[in-house]
């Protein structure tokens, strides 16, 4: 079984950054593909980005350019960098990961306004 935590959130201004982390239990965390979704106030919740095991990447078209995801193995954290965040890029996000079984963290706000 993987636990995931997720730290980073909170309010920052429109044009600002935030570093979300999620930090995963487990000697296997290398195998997971690791994502990042999100679930705004009355919206289902929507995929963000993807880290595969072997590294790739995939965003989803609203954050591209903007989101960059990554892993660092050796610390079983994967980390999502958001710039130029943007009113409508606030949300619960939350930590994914999938192997085999899917395992979810309990989100970290993130809330973008002046």
């Known amino acids: 079984q993987l636990q995931l935590v997720e730290s980073g959130g909170g309010l920052v201004q429109p044009g600002g950054s935030l570093r979300l982390s999620c930090a995963a239990s487990g000697s296997i965390f290398r195998r997971f593909t690791m994502g990042w979704y999100r679930q705004a106030p009355g919206k289902q919740r929507e995929w963000v980005a993807a880290?595969?095991?072997?590294?790739?990447?995939n965003y989803a078209d609203s954050v591209k350019g903007r989101f960059t995801i990554s892993r660092d193995n050796a610390k079983n954290t994967v980390y999502l960098q958001m710039n130029s965040l943007k009113p409508e890029d606030t949300a619960v996000y939350y930590c994914?990961?999938?192997?085999?079984?899917?395992?979810w963290g309990r989100g970290t706000q993130v809330t973008v306004s002046s």
């Open positions: 880290i595969t095991s072997g590294g790739s990447t």
């Open positions: 994914n990961a999938l192997w085999i079984e899917t395992y």
